[in-house]
């Protein structure tokens, strides 16, 4: 693994956040949203944006993550679900017909001053990357 560092929100004033939560790293629905991000990030950059994905996963399993999508930004692991409880992002799902706690798939844009302005939950990755740039390039 590279180095490892904890996550602080205020090394990061003066940009626009993107904090992007994620069920698990190596899934259809999060691939296909990792690499939709992994492609605008240039563009991302030039609006003055930072991004980070989050998960329950592990660092090992991100860091293979990473490695195998080519992203170009960080991925926070959040096992004991500190950042996925203050963004109230733990919810009950169906999956194959039982009831699971799990992240909903969410996306936050913290401004230049530290402030949420921005906030979708429930996201459908198609498009989805897409309206998070048009919302940043917008932001002035």
């Keep these: 693994m590279t180095g490892v560092e904890e996550f602080h929100l205020n090394r990061y004033i ?15 629905g999060c691939t ?27 660092l090992r399993s991100h860091e293979g ?6 992203l170009p930004f960080e991925l926070i692991s ?14 009950m799902k169906n999956m194959y017909g039982k009831q699971v706690r799990g992240i ?13 302005v921005k906030e979708w939950r429930g996201v459908k990755v198609a498009e989805h990357a897409q309206a998070v740039l048009d919302f940043v390039s917008n932001q002035t």
Excluded at 104 to 116: A, C, N, P, Q, V
């Design 104 to 116: 909903e798939r969410s996306t936050f844009i913290i401004d230049e001053s530290g402030k949420l």
């Design 32 to 58: 296909t949203e990792s690499i939709a991000f992994r492609d605008i990030h240039s563009e991302l950059i030039a609006n003055n944006a930072v991004i980070f994905g989050i998960s329950r996963d592990s």
């Design 78 to 91: 959040d096992p004991d679900e500190t950042l996925c409880l203050m963004f109230n992002v733990m919810k």
């Design 65 to 70: 993550f990473k490695n195998k999508l080519g």
């Design 14 to 28: 003066g940009k626009k956040i993107i904090l992007y939560f994620y069920p698990k790293d190596n899934t259809p």
